[in-house]
């Protein structure tokens, strides 16, 4: 973050600075005083040393796969909107944000079944989007999304079949960061696999096998636990089809790979929490929510509705 | 960028971003934080402000200090250079002009090619901010570095340019309260509050001035007379608690450095105290008062009218967009030829530096009658005990030495105020009222040598009491401002001429501001800074003006029943910042206003329309999740001029709607409002 950068040079700054008065102040008589700025100024200039020494971390940089997607919006209003505003789409959302489109986009996540029948329902769709394009357009992800390996860019695709299968106020970009995490959690049966007795055990649970479409803000618990542990393996396979060309690719993204469990926790947690109130929806929802608090941010009331974008409704386009 | 979260395999908890999973030493990290966070809740418990602004306070004392003592050894320097060079003429000159040439030259270079925004006071544009108005990167952390390092090469060439440092030092402790503010807030972790951060920014005001002059009364009423319009109660604690802070640290490492025994004013005076003056002196304190109150209208008319001839001339204004170290050089080349102290400066006391004009200005014995049978000498080198020797002239006396001087000053004033350099200008305003009392009161004095009640106990006239009445006078006058009374006791310590200084700058003000624009207001009106003016008197028939004469009536509306095509179109061909949403196109009901990012943001992520035969419209987008901001306050066309004024600025608003019945009728911005109230005061000729 900027801001941080400009704390932790300040920091240095004024401690050289206190260093520097304190040899001005030097008067042999009084040693303390020179002596507490010589103090103050070396412990500043060594806190901010250190401070700044570590953050030399690896960064990673995903890849915005952007300006995409355009088949979506109108012509008429993207022509307009690509002549006249291009270039105000740029607005850096701050973190905290994303991590909570994020988490919205998760645990709004639909049962795969209703996924399996919109990939059927578009197979006719004209746009090859079962194909293993890498480039496959992502709408309102010139914000920084992830993405950079393959598996992202096939598992976009799969979030565009959800997104096409949901109603019209559905939010793409609330996808878009998304994507990695989603990618990450159905990687392929492997990193998964650690994940069978949470599976197992969620699945032997039942719930309603029909996700009820999540309204308003508040997803309903049913589809939060959705896809971590109700997929029975076989639809894993079924979802693993549409990745058969990316899933290759995954030996070469050893990163993703170490993301997607650490990525994948989440869900099982998640389950975990929704195990215990698997019986109850509505009223419980707030708890629920504050208990998450997806993951340490509150709602704010400025920030774009979450879920309602994937209202699925099974019968929308038949 | 986004973040990832992740958890640590066998931890539990909430996730963390995998930035921090990633790093170095997460235990030690974690226990860092852990230590930080403890540090936070007994740190803060008591409440958060309370450390920011003693941050601040002493911060701000600290860089006064050190820019002071690095100023105090560059002038010594200099006065060694000047006195060890010799007796030639030529190189005695170009030791005197090529000092202030260069540092004059390099201050302008310098912050000018950092920032554009760091030359002239500062003050001007901070009240503009304070306002409401968003004046992007005036506040950025990185123009403090340009902005300090211009003000100590402009204050070490010292009296021969004749400037202070009042201004950016206020600009200078706002800026470090931004940035503090931005530290408060990571470290407090809430999100940014505009309000708090403008409480901030009020008390860095305060902070500033009182840390220049170690006053901490006057500093916060200064700042409050000069920079607000309107000042809420609440903020009086924090100006005086970070002020105190500021004006304590400021003497106490003056302590430190074995300048000062304790802590003391500074600049310290003997009047005498049990009869400071007689009765009947009051009225020429009143009468010196609203002298300076003429001349201080004189004194901001030419400066205006300077300050724009500069701006609008084209050989200058060609200079000054091309080279402003050039024009800056040569300025100062000028005011150094005037006071180079063998020529011209003998009757300027141009050896003085600002402070020892006011340690001889405000000396407690009349010049005019120990000099009436004497004729002491001028000494060969500044007399650090007998610094008013400096103002006699066997020829011309004192009276035309301080005459020479107010004359040549005022000019010369003038034309350092356009010099595109950090600086103050406060200082030498003071300077110049304290000349002003200072020849009045030697004229009194030579009228009256053995005082004016005659008979009894003769007190004699002290000119020193007028010159404190002169300085806080003028300033006050120029200022607008009647806390600068206050300021000059705070500097010498007296207060036993509380009565007839206040007077005197009273009277000033009176003429003062019924002629003329402050310094501060004059400059926003050259600069023509986003500002809303007040309005002047009731005579006017300001109550007549009503909303509905003045209000922006084309506005741009967006039905929520419009369809998107057509919204776009409208986003495209215009360029507001917000738009006005009504309810539909016929209704016009106004029911908020949309932001043209987030709507820009919506129309670019806009989903297909899947129903079939249904045409999207705007309504659909605002399901989707575009913001929309209620309309919280409206006006109506019936509101008067006067009720508008008051809400925009109690509220530091920039515009607001108007309605009537409900519908959106128009808008009232300050740049309505401004041509309203200019059009009050100047009538546009009827066509």
Known sequence: MADEKTFRVGFIVLGLFLLALGTFLMSHDRPQVYGTFYAMGCIMVIGGVVWSMCQCYPKITFVPADSDFQGILSPKALGLLENGLAAETKSPQPPYVRLWEEAAYDQSLPDFSHIQMKVMGYREDPRPLLSAKPDQPQPGASDGGGGGPCDARGWMEAAVVIHRGSDEDEEERNLTPSRPSLQACLQGPAPLASFQDDLDVDCSEGGSPKPSPPEGEKPHCPPREPWACKCPPERFYDFALIDAPTAEDAPPEGQQRDTAPSGCWQPSQRAKKDEEKASDTGTEEPEQEEEDLYYGLPDSPGDPLPDKELGFEPDAQA | MEELVGLREGSSGSPVSLRELWGPCPRIRRGIRGGLEWLKQTLFRVGEDWYFLMTLGVLMALISYTMNFAIERVVQAHKWLYREIGDSHLLRYLSWTVYPVALVSFSSGFSQSITPFSGGSGIPELKTILSGVVLEDYLDIKNFGAKVAGLTCTLAAGSTIFLGKVGPFVHLSVMMAAYLGRVHTKAIGESENKSKQNEMLVAAAAVGVATVFAAPFSGVLFSIEVMSSHFSVWDYWRGFFAATCGAFMFRLLAVFNSEQETITFLYKTSFRVEVPFDLPEIFFFVALGAICGVLSCAYLFCQRTFLGFVKTNRVLSKLLATSKPLYSALVALVLASITYPPGVGRFLASRLSMNEHLDSLFDNHSWALRTRNSSPPWPEELDPQNLWLEWYHPRFTIFGTLAFFLVMKF?????????????????????????????????????????????????????????????????????????????????????????????????????????????????????????????????????????????????????????????????????????????????????????????????????????????????????????????????????????????????????????????????????????????????????
């Open chain 2, 411 to 687: 000019w010369m004033l003038i034309l350092a105020t356009t010099i595109p350099i950090p600086a103050g200008y406060f200082m030498p305003v003071f300077i110049f009222g304290a000349a002003i009392g200072r020849l009045i009161g030697e004229a009194i004095a030579f009228a009256f040598p053995e005082g004016i009640v005659a008979g009894g106990v003769t007190n004699p006239i002290m000119p020193g009491g007028y010159a404190l009445a002169g300085a806080a006078a003028f300033s006050g006058a120029v200022t607008h401002t009647i806390s600068t009374a206050l300021l000059a006791f705070e500097l010498t310590g007296q207060i036993v001429h509380a009565l007839p200084v206040l007077m005197a700058v009273l009277a000033a003000n009176a003429i003062a501001q019924s002629c003329q624009p402050s310094f501060y207001d004059g400059t926003i009106i050259v600069k023509k800074l986003p500002y809303l003016p007040w309005i002047r008197g009731r005579k006017i028939s300001s109550h007549r003006v009503i909303v509905g004469h003045f209000m922006n009536c084309t506005i741009t509306t967006l039905a929520k029943d419009t369809p998107l095509d057509e919204v776009a179109r409208v986003v495209t061909s215009t360029d507001l910042a917000t738009y006005f949403l009504v309810e539909s196109t016929e209704s016009q009901i106004l029911v908020g206003t949309v932001g043209r990012v987030h709507l820009v943001q919506a129309l670019q992520a806009e989903p297909p329309s899947w129903a079939p035969g249904h045409r999207q419209c705007l309504q659909d987008l605002l399901a989707g999740g575009c913001p929309l901001e209620p309309v919280t306050l409206q006006l109506s066309p019936e509101t008067s001029l006067h009720q508008a004024h008051n809400l925009f600025e109690l509220l530091n608003l920039q515009s607001l709607p108007v309605t009537s019945l409900g519908r959106a009728v128009g808008s009232v911005s300050w740049v309505e409002l401004t041509k309203a109230i200019s059009n009050l005061t100047n009538p546009p000729a009827p066509k």
